[in-house]
């Protein structure tokens, strides 16, 4: 059974810093397109960053650049999100994913390029709340 377990979310004042974490199981954690999105009420769900775990390399979503670093440790099967200088506008589920359906990715920005249906495996999402 394929799980993936998100953790590290909270209530953090503007200009603050959280370190979201996304423990995977029950797939190989090498070589896979792995991503972080979020969404608010009312709106679709946004890219914000992604990794390829094969190649280690990584790609962001405008609102991200700057401000988050996603990262990966192999030998915890687990995908890291760390933000800083966060934002009201920051606030949302944060929601990994990992695993394309019926598509290969080479690299991280070919991944953050996929969409929300392209997506086999999502984890149950983390709250982060900014508040100004």
């Known amino acids: 059974q394929v799980q993936l377990v998100e953790s590290g979310g909270g209530s953090v004042q503007a200009g603050g810093s959280l370190r979201l974490s996304c423990v995977v199981s029950?797939?190989?954690?090498?070589?896979?397109?792995m991503t972080w999105f979020r969404q608010t009420p009312g709106k679709e769900r946004e890219v914000v960053a992604s990794?390829?775990?094969?190649?280690?390399?990584?790609s962001y979503g405008d609102s991200a650049k700057g401000r988050f670093t996603v990262s990966q440790d192999n030998n915890k099967n687990t995908m890291y999100l760390q933000m800083n200088s966060l934002k009201p506008e920051d606030t949302a589920m944060y929601y990994c994913?990992?695993?394309?359906?019926?598509?290969?990715?080479?690299?991280?920005?070919?991944?953050?390029?996929?969409?929300?249906?392209?997506?086999?495996?999502w984890g149950r999402g983390t709250q982060v709340t900014v508040s100004s």
């Open positions: 994913a990992a695993d394309l359906r019926g598509s290969y990715c080479v690299g991280a920005a070919c991944c953050r390029a996929r969409g929300v249906s392209e997506y086999k495996y």
């Open positions: 990794v390829h775990t094969g190649r280690a390399d990584t």
């Open positions: 029950g797939i190989t954690f090498n070589a896979k397109c």
